[in-house]
């Protein structure tokens, strides 16, 4: 971890953080779908 990261208020980063690390992951989730499914994605 950088020593700037923890030089700031937990709570609103990860408020901030958290909306993009779920829609990344619903979009790994759905890349990992359609490659099982033998698309070109």
């Given amino acids: 971890?950088?020593?700037e990261?923890?030089?700031l208020p937990?709570?609103?980063w990860v408020r901030r953080?958290?909306?993009v690390t779920r829609a990344r992951r619903?979009?790994?989730a759905l890349v990992r779908r359609?490659?099982?499914e033998g698309g070109s994605a």
Avoid: G, T, V
Wanted: charge should be positive; avoid cysteine; glycine fraction near 0%.
């Fill in 1 to 3: 971890m950088r020593p």
């Fill in 5 to 7: 990261w923890a030089a």
């Fill in 10 to 12: 937990p709570l609103p």
């Fill in 17 to 19: 953080k958290a909306p």
């Fill in 26 to 28: 619903r979009m790994a």
């Fill in 34 to 36: 359609r490659r099982m």
